[in-house]
């Protein structure tokens, strides 16, 4: 079982739709969360962080974590066309010197017009 | 704020010949620094991550190794490239406990 699960799509929704992305986790030792916007044949983009169980609102985007039943979700408004890329959620945890990362492997969004 | 640096963008390598991807940060001093691979349908692998200049910490055994010899440049390096090294190499940089990722560079080996 992979450490974090994440549906690939393609996820295809019309402009001003509601999107939806989702991803659980098996190691409760995971401390903070991040979603990552990445264009294609472009690095990923830091979207949305949070460290803590609720929801963290930036403008049309909501980053949603729910400790217990180890499930993070990355909601977006009014979606548009700029909107389209890959959404990466990303896993994290402190372990000695450095922090490290687990990622989901993605879930590509198309919104169209 | 930092700006991460990676060369070359692209690359086209035979099987067996040798590799050195290059990776630089501005605007920040002593961080650490990722370098991960990207295959399609795999999300991003952690190959490699340094705390300081000469430290090396290995994720995955493979015929890949890194070096850090300065505090903001670190290097991907092989010796012998595999059809299997093929993929989109990504340098991150820690800045106030968040990893941020440089344009990448894409790798193809024939």
């Known amino acids: 079982q992979k450490e974090v699960e994440q549906d690939p799509g393609p996820l295809s929704v019309p402009e001003g739709a509601i999107v939806s992305l989702n991803c659980t986790y098996s190691?409760?030792?995971?401390?903070?969360f991040m979603w990552y916007r990445q264009y294609s044949r472009k690095g990923p983009e830091l979207l949305m962080y949070?460290?803590?169980?609720g929801n963290k609102e930036d403008g049309r985007f909501t980053a949603q974590v729910d400790k217990s039943s180890k499930y993070i979700s990355l909601f977006i408004r009014d979606s548009q066309p700029s909107d389209s890329a890959t959404y990466l959620c990303?896993?994290?945890?402190?372990?000695?010197?450095?922090?490290?990362?687990?990622f989901g492997t993605g879930t590509r969004l198309q919104v169209t017009l | 704020s930092q700006t991460i640096h990676q060369w070359p963008a692209t690359l086209v390598q035979p099987v067996g010949s040798p590799l050195s991807l290059e990776c630089t940060v501005e605007?920040?001093?002593?961080?650490?620094l990722y370098w991960y691979r990207q295959a399609a349908g795999r999300g991003l692998q952690l190959l490699f991550y340094?705390?300081?200049?000469?430290?090396i910490s290995s994720e995955v055994p493979q015929n890949l190794s890194a070096s850090r010899p300065q505090d903001r440049q670190f290097i991907l390096s092989s010796k012998k490239l595999l059809l299997s090294d093929s993929g989109f190499y990504l340098c991150?940089?820690?800045?106030?406990?968040?990893?941020?990722f440089g344009p990448g560079t894409r790798l193809t080996v024939t």
């Open positions: 605007g920040t001093s002593n961080p650490n």
């Open positions: 991150a940089s820690r800045l106030a406990g968040l990893q941020y």
């Open positions: 949070t460290y803590s169980s």
């Open positions: 190691n409760s030792a995971f401390q903070y």
């Open positions: 990303a896993l994290g945890r402190n372990t000695g010197t450095a922090s490290k990362l687990t």
């Open positions: 340094s705390v300081g200049i000469g430290q």
